[in-house]
C-alpha cells in the first residue's frame, strides 16, 4: 500500500535535500509565504525530458512551465555523511539537507537536558480566550527559537496548528491563535497541553550524520525562495 507524508520546511535559496527516509513517487511544493503563490508538482511517470522534473504553476498561471533535468524535483537516495562542505548550516530553518524533528518542545529552553523552547516553566496549558477569533495563552511565554507560526501542538487530546505566535509571548491574553477553537466549551476551560512540535517539521541534519533518502528540490525561485516557507506532500504509488 502506497504511503503519503506532508510537512513545512524553510526555503533554502539553494538546492535542498528533504529526507523523508523514503524515496517518493510524486511531490508537490508550494511557497506559502510568498507574495507569489507558486506550487511545483512532479511524479516519477514525467518522462519527457521536458518536464522530467516537474511542472511549475505560477499563480495559477494557464501557462505551466516545464522543468529539465536540474531544474526541478528529483528523487534523492540518501547516503551523504553531513560535514561543512555539504551541510551549510545546522541553525534551525537553516541547512540544505533537512530531516523530520519529532521532538516535543515544552520543556524549558534553559532545561540542563532536553532542552525545549518555552522561557519561564514548562509549557502545561492553553487557556481559550476569545473562542471567535480562536485566540488564546499559554501558562508561560515562548522563546520562539523552534516554536510558532506552523507549530503542530496538542491540547486536550485534539491537534491544532498555530497561526499566530510572536516570539517572546504566549502568556498574555489573546497571544496564541490556533487553527480551530478549542473542541471543549467554556472560555475558561484550561485545556492540558500535551504536545508542541517545532515551527519547522524538518530541520537541518547535524554534522557528522548521514542523510537518509527522499526528494530534492533544485528550484530556488518561485519555489524554495530562501526563508519563505514551503509545504509539500510527497508519497508512493501502490
Partial sequence: ????????FNGTGAAAYICLGF????????????????NIEWNVNM?????????????????LAEEVFGAGIAPYFGGDLMDT???????????????WDKKDYRAMSNASVNPG????????TFTMDTAGNRTGHFNTD????????????????????????????????????????LSSAPLTLAGQV???????DLIPIPIGKVSTAGFK???TTPVNVNNEVQMFVAGTFD
Fill in 1 to 8: 500500500m502506497g504511503r503519503q507524508v506532508s510537512g513545512i
Fill in 23 to 38: 524515496v517518493p513517487d510524486y511531490v508537490r511544493v508550494a511557497s506559502v509565504t510568498s507574495s507569489v503563490f507558486a
Fill in 47 to 63: 518522462r519527457l525530458a521536458a518536464a522530467v522534473e516537474g511542472v511549475l504553476d505560477t499563480n495559477g498561471n494557464t501557462n
Fill in 85 to 99: 562542505s555539504n551541510q551549510t548550516s545546522t541553525t534551525n530553518g537553516e541547512g540544505v539537507y533537512l530531516w
Fill in 117 to 124: 523552547d518555552a522561557e519561564d516553566s514548562y509549557l502545561t
Fill in 142 to 181: 515562548m522563546v520562539g527559537t523552534y516554536c510558532g507560526i506552523g507549530s503542530k501542538i496538542i491540547i486536550g487530546g485534539t491537534p491544532y496548528r498555530i497561526l499566530a505566535l510572536t516570539a517572546g509571548q504566549g502568556i498574555s491574553a489573546d497571544e496564541v491563535t490556533l487553527s480551530a477553537p
Fill in 194 to 200: 500535551g504536545y508542541i512540535s517545532n515551527k519547522y
Fill in 217 to 219: 528540490v533544485s528550484m
